[in-house]
């Protein structure tokens, strides 16, 4: 009889009312709309065809220019070691480095940077 009573008791108190619980989702490119910006941090990079140092160029892009964030790929190796952003600019697009930029979740927020130099 008690083993019953235990039972029944667990099994409709589980039935009521329940505060509702947060939610805290990793930020994705389908739920944010988007990787981000990139704001160029060095004097003069290289822009490139493939997420690679010894890929060929497609452009160049100076302090203070900002892209979209398209893709970003991690190589490992010696040398491209790291994280690789595709970005678009006004010119086209490519590949930098981590090295050569700082992200930024929205277009003003990167345009403000840019702006401010840094």
């Not at 050569?100 to 840019?114: C, D, I, P, Q, V």
């Amino acid at each position: 009889m008690m083993v019953l009573s235990t039972v029944f008791v667990f099994a409709f108190s589980s039935c009521g009312p329940r505060e509702p619980r947060g939610i805290s989702l990793e930020q994705t490119p389908l739920i944010s709309g988007g990787l981000g910006w990139g704001v160029v941090s060095l004097s003069y990079v290289r822009i490139l065809m493939e997420p690679s140092i010894d890929s060929a160029d497609v452009g160049t892009a100076r302090r203070g220019e900002l892209g979209r964030i398209l893709s970003r790929s991690r190589r490992f190796g010696s040398r491209d070691s790291g994280l690789w952003y595709r970005l678009e600019f006004a010119s086209g697009s490519g590949w930098l480095h981590e090295t050569a930029l700082s992200m930024y979740r929205s277009e003003a927020e990167a345009r403000k940077m840019a702006e401010a130099g840094r």
